[in-house]
């Protein structure tokens, strides 16, 4: 049980270009979900918490305007890097918990590359 | 704020050799803290975790953890490696006892020699 999928797993885009990555929970209902990002030998750093059916929290420093976050269901938490470039290239790895003070289960990832 | 440091970067092992992963902590309370592995390419999975009571915790893999708060520390131990136990190893500390909230440590690489 408590399995999260990502995808795509790995995505390549031109600069400009906006890139929807998506997170599930396969076998439960994720009240809360966060996003992280990870660079190259790197930990992950958290970029956002999101809550079902309301807007996410941004951690400091996080372009909320850029990276878009929706939560539309129990089951679905999107992110979508706009009018990405290079700079945004990292590993995006979601996870999702049963509740705001729930065990975190992670995605396996996705590895964008803006060109 | 809660911080967590994993002093080293790279750890290079004999396969059949003991392990131990170091972690050291910094929180003002009552610390929550987590072992997390990453093979290449892949999300996190869990390894063991730590809240209360038994200062040494059993978890997946073989893998065996020790809370020290003497020392703030929470270091990952393992009797034998495998060459599958390849992978980068986060420790994390969390506010709360269900994992939410968590701050990573930088993470430590483990390479094992065959």
């Known amino acids: 049980g408590a399995v999260v999928s990502q995808h795509p797993s790995w995505v390549i885009c031109k600069s400009g270009t906006s890139v929807k990555i998506e997170c599930r929970s396969l076998d439960f209902q994720a009240t809360t979900m966060f996003w992280y990002r990870q660079f190259p030998k790197q930990s992950l750093m958290l970029m956002a918490t999101s809550n079902e059916g309301s807007k996410a929290t941004y951690e400091q420093g996080v372009e909320k305007d850029k990276f878009l976050i929706n939560h539309a269901s129990l089951t679905l938490s999107t992110l979508t890097v706009t009018s990405a470039h290079p700079e945004d290239s990292s590993f995006y790895i979601c996870s999702a918990s049963l509740g705001v003070a729930r065990e975190q289960y992670f995605g396996p990832g996705t590895r964008l590359t803006v060109t | 704020a809660q911080s967590v440091t994993q002093p080293d970067i790279h750890i290079t092992v004999s396969e059949g050799a003991s392990l131990e992963l170091r972690c050291n902590y910094s929180?003002?309370?009552?610390?929550?803290l987590f072992w997390y592995v990453q093979s290449p390419g892949q999300g996190l999975q869990l390894l063991l975790k730590y809240f209360s009571g038994d200062t040494l915790v059993q978890g997946i893999k073989g893998f065996e953890a020790e809370f020290k708060r003497s020392q703030s520390s929470f270091n990952l131990r393992k009797p034998s490696v495998h060459w599958s136990d390849a992978a980068e190893y986060f420790c994390a500390v969390s506010v709360n006892n269900a994992g939410n909230m968590l701050t990573f440590g930088g993470g430590t690489r483990l390479m094992v020699k065959p």
């Open positions: 929180y003002g309370a009552t610390p929550y």
